[in-house]
C-alpha cells in the first residue's frame, strides 16, 4: 500500500506555501526594541520636565531672528524656524544635485579611463582615486576653499569670461528676466521634456521587443529638448530675456549668483565621490566577460554598439546597488557644508539649536529629514534597478 495512503499526515507534494515567516523570537525581539526605545523617550522626557522644559514642537512657529548666507526661496529674519529649515532644506538639495552631477561626471570619465588601453590614462585614473580616497572630506574641502578665496579675484577686479563673471565672493551667471511667465515656461519645460523623453524611450523599447527593429531615440530626445521649449515660449508668449551680470561698484547687479562655499562643497563632494564611483563603475565594466565582447566584434558590432547594446546593459545591473550607497553617502556629506559657512540644514539647524535650547527637537527633525531624503533616493534607485533586473529576466527566458 502507498505510503501517504498509511500516513494521512504526511507532507504532501506541491509548491511551498507562501507568506511572511515570523517567529515568536522575531516578535519577542521586536517588543524588546519597542520597549526600549519606550524607556529612553520616558526617561528622556522626564528629565527635560524636571529640568523645568516642557518638550514640544511649538518653538517652530516662533519667529527665528537671524539671517541666511543665501537662500533659494524666499526668506528673511523675520521669518519662522520652520521656514529657515525649509530654506536649509531647499539649500541641501541644491548642493546635493551639483555635487552628484559633477561626481557622475567625473566618475564616468574616469572609470572608463582606468579600463582604457592607453597606460598612462590608467595611472592618471589609478592616482586620482588613490589620491582621494585616503584624504578626509572635510581636508580637501578645506584646501579647496582657502585656494577659492585667495587664488580669485576680488569683486572689483572680477574676472570676466564670456558669460561669467568669476571673484573670490560668488560666480555670476546670467539669467532669465523677472517675469512670471518666464518662470512658468522653466518650470513647464523641466517637467515636460524629461517626461516625454522617458515616454518616448518605453515605446521604442516596447517598439523593438515586438517587431525587432530599432526606434532611434537620441536624435527623437535632441529634438524633444529644442521644440518643446520653443514652443512653450510661443504659446506662454514668454520674453526669454536675460539678465546679465554687471559690475557695479562693490556689487554685481542682475544675473544669479553662485557663492564661492556653495561652488567649494559641490566641487568637494563631485570629486571626491567621483572617485569612488569611478572604481564602482570600474569594477563593473571588468565584470563583464570579455568572451561576449570578443563575439561582439565578430558579429561586425563597431565598438560603439558593442558599448552600448553588449557592455552597458550589464554593467547597470552590476553598479546600481553600489551606486545606490555612494549616492546617499555624498547626500548625508552635505552636511560638511557648515565648515565653510555655506547655510544648509545642518548649520541652519545649529543656529536653531542654540537660539532655542530645543536640541532635542530639532535634532529629531535634521534626523527625519536626512533619513526621508536617503530612502527617497535609495528607494528610487532600488525600483530602477528590480525593473532593469526583471526586464533581463523576462529576456533570459
Request: charge should be positive.
Amino acid at each position: 500500500m502507498d505510503r501517504k495512503l498509511q500516513n494521512p499526515h504526511a507532507t504532501q507534494d506541491g509548491p511551498p506555501k507562501t507568506g511572511p515567516a515570523v517567529s515568536l523570537a522575531d516578535i519577542g525581539i521586536c517588543l524588546a526594541i519597542l520597549v526600549a526605545f519606550a524607556l529612553v523617550a520616558f526617561n528622556v522626557h522626564s528629565n527635560m520636565t524636571t529640568a523645568g522644559i516642557q518638550p514640544g514642537f511649538g518653538f517652530l512657529a516662533q519667529q527665528a531672528g537671524f539671517d541666511l548666507s543665501e537662500t533659494l526661496i524666499p526668506y528673511g529674519a523675520n521669518d519662522s524656524y520652520l521656514r529657515a529649515i525649509l530654506a536649509g532644506l531647499a539649500n541641501t538639495i541644491a548642493v546635493a544635485c551639483a555635487s552628484l552631477v559633477i561626481a557622475c561626471i567625473a566618475g564616468l570619465l574616469l572609470g572608463l579611463l582606468s579600463v582604457s588601453a592607453a597606460p598612462l590614462a590608467r595611472l592618471f585614473a589609478l592616482a586620482y582615486v588613490e589620491l582621494f580616497r585616503n584624504l578626509p572630506k572635510i581636508l580637501v574641502l578645506l584646501v579647496i576653499f582657502v585656494a577659492a578665496v585667495n587664488g580669485l579675484p576680488a569683486i572689483r577686479q572680477a574676472l570676466v569670461l564670456g558669460p561669467f563673471t568669476i571673484s573670490n565672493r560668488a560666480i555670476y551667471l546670467p539669467s532669465l528676466s523677472d517675469d512670471p511667465r518666464n518662470t512658468i515656461w522653466l518650470l513647464v519645460s523641466l517637467v515636460l521634456v524629461p517626461a516625454l523623453i522617458w515616454f518616448w524611450a518605453r515605446r521604442a523599447t516596447r517598439h523593438q521587443t515586438l517587431t525587432g527593429k530599432r526606434v532611434p531615440v537620441l536624435p527623437v530626445a535632441l529634438a524633444l529638448c529644442i521644440t518643446v521649449p520653443a514652443v512653450l515660449a510661443i504659446v506662454l508668449a514668454a520674453p526669454l530675456g536675460l539678465s546679465w551680470p554687471v559690475l557695479e561698484g562693490f556689487s554685481v547687479e542682475g544675473g544669479v549668483a553662485l557663492s564661492i562655499q556653495f561652488c567649494t562643497v559641490a566641487v568637494t563632494l563631485g570629486l571626491y565621490h567621483g572617485a569612488q564611483i569611478a572604481e564602482v563603475l570600474r569594477g563593473g565594466i571588468e565584470a563583464v566577460p570579455k568572451g561576449q565582447i570578443e563575439a561582439a566584434a565578430a558579429l561586425g558590432l563597431r565598438n560603439g554598439q558593442t558599448t552600448r547594446l553588449v557592455v552597458v546593459p550589464q554593467v547597470l545591473r552590476t553598479v546600481v546597488p553600489p551606486l545606490n550607497n555612494q549616492f546617499a553617502n555624498l547626500l548625508k556629506n552635505t552636511s560638511i557644508s557648515i565648515a565653510v559657512g555655506y547655510s544648509d540644514l545642518m548649520s541652519v539647524a545649529g543656529t536653531a539649536i542654540n537660539q532655542t535650547f530645543r536640541p532635542l527637537e530639532t535634532m529629531l527633525i535634521t534626523m527625519s529629514i536626512y533619513l526621508l531624503l536617503c530612502l527617497a533616493l535609495t528607494g528610487a534607485l532600488n525600483q530602477w534597478s528590480a525593473r532593469i533586473s526583471a526586464r533581463e529576466g523576462r529576456n533570459a527566458r
